[in-house]
């Protein structure tokens, strides 16, 4: 069974930085040719997507944090990281790791298409 998990969330003061990590796992040979995102959700608000990467390593990232986060991932520990940078209030949320099926070099990249999850770290700036 395929599984995410994530970690690296925490409290920090505005401009600061966290590095969120997300481990996968159940995935074999097939976790490089998926498609991983990153996405936030905070209280009275949809669920939204931060930033994703392929197995191309072509990302893309949300006009809000564009400049301050960088999606990365390591396809030998099977990990997908988010380097958040600048940090802002706004940036207060939970944070989920997601994964669309395995395909090739490319991300649908809606958040309809990821359908496996994690159960999320919390970021909170201050």
């Known amino acids: 069974h395929v599984q995410l998990v994530e970690s690296g969330g925490g409290s920090v003061q505005a401009g600061g930085s966290l590095r969120l990590a997300c481990e996968a796992s159940?995935?074999?040979?097939?976790?490089?040719?998926?498609?991983m995102g990153w996405f936030r959700q905070s209280p009275g608000r949809e669920r939204e997507r931060v930033a994703t990467?392929?197995?191309?390593?072509?990302?893309n990232y949300a006009d809000s944090v564009k400049g301050r986060f960088t999606i990365s991932r390591d396809n030998i520990k099977d990990t997908l990281y988010l380097q958040m940078d600048g940090l802002k209030l706004e940036d207060s949320a939970m944070y989920y790791c997601?994964?669309?099926?395995?395909?090739?070099?490319?991300?649908?990249?809606?958040?309809?298409?990821?359908?496996?999850w994690g159960q999320g770290t919390q970021v909170t700036v201050s």
């Open positions: 997601a994964a669309e099926p395995p395909r090739g070099t490319y991300c649908v990249g809606l958040k309809a298409d990821f359908d496996v």
């Open positions: 159940g995935y074999g040979s097939t976790y490089r040719r998926s498609c």
């Open positions: 990467i392929d197995s191309g390593l072509n990302t």
